[in-house]
């Protein structure tokens, strides 16, 4: 934290531009306003008085940056209860993890982390008890901890080890390779890889990128022209060939994967973040072409595997709750696919062999469900899981007889276990030791009817015997979009939050896909006021029923869950007492124009169309902001975030210091060296969330006792 006599400095140096106005305990700047730029969306004309802000590399914006930060860090640092919250973050998080372990061979690789690293390090062993040896160790590759491992990759002789890496939290990657026994490094390099597996065949691998981007403008500029390439191990990335490009659609993505035998690749191809289109080319065959399995993109639709000439396809093509069907490249059009599992009332999420046995992960009711099947789809038993919360599925392969599978709740942290799939039979792998009583704690989860009546599940975590007077503070968190499930899992975050007296609630909104891709699109599109009306409902269902109340009551979400927050606090200002929208989407007029945003107009739509545009102005929070008094609001972001511009956060962040006539504290905090959230340090993960907790406490009158320091 910054002391006030150097933020006095800066801001005296401060372009002047900036002007200050105090409030209570907080200073505002006064943004410059640019009342020139008015865009013109089909007669109607609204104003972008920010626009300056979208130039993040400006001098000005830098500026502004410098200065909101250094009074958000002022502030921060009068929290007298700050650094406590600090101390118990570091000392909960100093626990070992070990991530669960993958068989190549006669390899085993797994993630470790002491407790105390910024990232996990990749550890390998020459059989089940071999010695354990250090493959990877990405805090060695930066001082700060902030370069990250994303994906690792295991060619099919297990001869050699292909890796990505992030710088700052991009969505930029690198990839690199390693031979594995020496774990010497190869001179192989890829650069501008983004959204990409990594899909190993014969000597070399499939990857996506783009072409080299315009200087200056990596981290902001739309990506377009996305292709699947083939690199081969020892060559140049100059040398690499294009496999599949689409020169017509420049705002397709495309993704390239092999099967487990190499003998298919399969391309999906995508016009946004729901639907694709799929297709198929035998590697066994010389000079073989690409067969077209979907040729639009109304559904979800991917391979999962192959038994021998038979594609096995998972897809919510006339199954919303997903299936997995079977067919061949002789017979591939949709309509002629045939039920290998079918769909049930519950959803699938996925599927995986292990040993000649097929395990299907399915979420029932926002709960685990692990079904076993023989290799002919049909129905052994169920795995039995260790109680009621989330599994990632079981990991392994066709032709080995060890598998492992993950467990996590609100209440307990990922533990791993071993599976023997002939027998069926489990032992604990791993199960860390941790400085939190999960006995004293229960979630509890009901349903409560949002705006137009549908039933909605609610998660509340909170300690046993806790007395439901409307006093506690709790914090509402939800996500609501892209087909993705909000599900039960265990965090250090809020485990603090959990200790020090706080009810955290969850609530599984429409536009994820907890029930399917029903529940999906009764979110998205034009349908989106249903996602904000199921929020604000929970939050009155918690004030209602005295778990809480408005003066108690914090709200937060991150990215498609910021403008969930940046929503509802436009919408309902007097909803909760602090408002805390994370790297958000929140200037839905002008998403579309920045990095992969275009991506997202399947989900809400784009103000290019008259249509779109009369949906989007009604919920925009860039747009929908009032002079009324909002909630103490801490927005969050970071300038390295590729995925959704912090220039989003910025200008929203200038209008409401602009427009807030009460005196609750209009703060950003903006994180460098960082990206949307991906691969951040821990170090960095303990000082947000210190700021984050010292300012939901504090605003919510909640005391932290400084006793925690004397430890």
């Not at 354990?132 to 080890?161: A, F, H, M, Q, R």
């Not at 073989?288 to 919510?316: A, K, P, Q, R, Y």
């Not at 169920?382 to 492992?404: H, Q, R, T």
Request: glycine fraction near 8%.
């Amino acid at each position: 934290m910054m002391k006030n006599s150097i933020i006095i400095s800066a801001l005296l140096f401060a372009s002047t531009n900036f002007c200050f106005a105090q409030e209570m305990k907080n200073k505002y700047l006064t943004t410059r306003v640019d009342n020139t730029v008015v865009d013109d969306y089909f007669g109607t004309k609204i104003a972008d008085p920010y626009r300056w802000l979208e130039d993040d590399n400006s001098e000005e914006t830098k500026r502004w940056v410098i200065n909101q930060n250094l009074i958000t860090e002022d502030y921060i640092e009068d929290i007298p209860f700050r650094a406590s919250l600090k101390k118990q973050l570091t000392d909960l998080w100093d626990f070992e993890t070990i991530g669960t372990p993958s068989k190549h061979g006669n390899y085993y690789i797994y993630s470790k982390n002491n407790g105390k690293q910024d990232q996990s390090v990749y550890y390998i062993k020459t059989g089940e008890d071999g010695k354990e040896e250090i493959l990877l160790d990405p805090n060695t590759l930066s001082t700060d901890g902030t370069t990250s491992i994303g994906s690792l990759s295991v060619s099919k002789d297990n001869n050699y080890l292909a890796y990505d890496i992030s710088k700052s939290g991009s969505d930029w990657s690198e990839i690199f390779v390693m031979e594995i026994a020496s774990k010497k490094s190869l001179s192989d390099t890829i650069r501008w890889v983004k959204f990409s597996g990594i899909s190993w065949y014969k000597n070399g691998f499939y990857y996506s990128g783009y072409d080299t981007p315009e200087v200056g403008k990596e981290y902001s500029n739309k990506n377009e022209f996305h292709k699947v390439f083939y690199h081969q191990i020892g060559t140049k990335q100059n040398d690499d060939k294009v496999i599949f490009e689409d020169k017509e659609h420049p705002l397709r993505n495309h993704g390239g994967n092999t099967t487990e035998d190499e003998h298919f690749l399969i391309i999906s191809a995508s016009e946004g973040t729901s639907g694709n289109s799929l297709y198929a080319k035998d590697l066994t065959k010389e000079n073989s072409e690409f067969v077209t399995l979907v040729n639009d993109f109304d559904n979800d639709s991917w391979v999962m595997d192959n038994l021998g000439d038979t594609l096995l396809i998972f897809t919510n093509y006339n199954a919303p709750n997903n299936r997995i069907t079977y067919t061949t490249l002789q017979s591939p059009k949709k309509e002629t696919w045939k039920d290998f599992i079918p769909e049930k009332t519950y959803l699938l999420e996925g599927a995986n062999f292990a040993g000649n046995k097929l395990f299907a992960t399915y979420l029932k009711d926002v709960k685990s469900k692990i079904e076993i099947y023989k290799m002919d789809g049909s129905y052994l038993k169920d795995l039995e899981l260790p109680g009621i919360g989330v599994s990632y599925g079981v990991s392994g392969k066709k032709d080995e007889n060890i598998a492992y599978y993950s467990f996590t709740s609100f209440t307990t942290p990922t533990s791993s276990y071993k599976l023997n799939v002939a027998e069926l039979t489990t032992e604990l792998f791993f199960q860390p030791t941790i400085d939190f009583k999960s006995e004293d704690y229960i979630t509890e989860q009901i349903k409560f009817k949002s705006k137009d009546g549908t039933l909605i599940p609610l998660f509340i975590t909170h300690k046993k015997g806790m007395v439901m007077d409307g006093t506690n503070p709790c914090l509402l968190y939800g996500y609501g979009g892209f087909n993705i499930s909000i599900k039960p899992s265990f965090s250090v975050v809020n485990a603090v939050f959990l200790q020090n007296g706080g009810i955290y609630a969850v609530v599984t909104l429409r536009g994820g896909s907890e029930y399917g891709e029903k529940w999906h699109k009764a979110g998205m599109l034009d349908k989106k006021q249903n996602v904000f009306d199921d929020f604000i409902g929970a939050a009155n269902y918690l004030k209602n029923n005295k778990y809480t109340s408005t003066e108690k009551l914090a709200i937060h979400g991150r990215s498609n869950g910021g403008l969930l927050i940046g929503a509802v606090m436009t919408q309902a200002p007097n909803l909760a007492k602090v408002a805390l929208p994370g790297v958000g989407v929140l200037d839905m007029l002008r998403f579309h124009k920045f990095t992969i945003g275009w991506a997202w107009a399947v989900e809400y739509g784009s103000s290019e169309k008259k249509e779109d545009f009369d949906n989007l102005i009604k919920y925009s929070p860039l747009h929908n902001i009032k002079k009324v008094e909002y909630p103490a609001t801490l927005i969050l972001t970071a300038d390295h975030d590729d995925r959704v511009v912090p220039a989003h956060s910025f200008k929203f962040a200038a209008e409401l210091q602009k427009q807030n006539q009460g005196k609750n504290p209009t703060l950003i905090r903006i994180e460098s060296k960082a990206g949307h959230g991906a691969g951040k340090p821990k170090s960095k993960l303990i000082e947000e969330w210190a700021d984050i907790w010292a300012f939901t406490f504090y605003n919510l009158g909640k005391q932290i006792s400084k006793d925690y320091l004397k430890k």
